[in-house]
């Protein structure tokens, strides 16, 4: 069984950078396709990004595409999120998950305890 802990969240400044990282435990990290996922105040949780346990695909929201990267390192069992040009509707709790590549909550069965981001203007 694979269990996840998310880090690098924080507050930052419209524009900023962050980069989150999601540190998995279990030998069987590297069969898994990874995602993030992001939850703000009162909305459904939302796909931000997947990649696939080759690390040779990924895929990402409209909405974070050309501004977010997603990379996975399976040397160190753990997978990134670099988030770049920050704004504040990215303000939310970020989620990895493991499971499957899929734009879809139900096809993950691991999920992360979720790190803060929140975006100044």
């Known amino acids: 069984q694979v269990q996840l802990v998310e880090s690098g969240g924080g507050l930052v400044q419209a524009g900023g950078s962050l980069r989150l990282s999601c540190a998995a435990s279990g030998r069987t990290f590297s069969t898994y396709g990874m995602g993030w996922f992001r939850q703000a105040p009162g909305k459904e949780r939302e796909f931000v990004s997947a990649?696939?346990?080759?690390?040779?695909?990924?895929q990402y929201a409209d909405s974070v595409k050309g501004r977010f990267t997603i990379s996975r390192d399976k040397s160190k069992n753990t997978m990134y999120l670099q988030m770049n040009s920050l704004q504040p509707e990215d303000t939310a709790v970020y989620y990895c998950?493991?499971?499957?590549?899929?734009?879809?909550?139900?096809?993950?069965?691991?999920w992360g305890q979720g790190t803060q981001v929140t975006v100044s203007s």
């Open positions: 990649i696939s346990w080759s690390g040779g695909i990924t």
């Open positions: 998950a493991a499971g499957g590549m899929s734009t879809r909550r139900l096809d993950y069965d691991i």
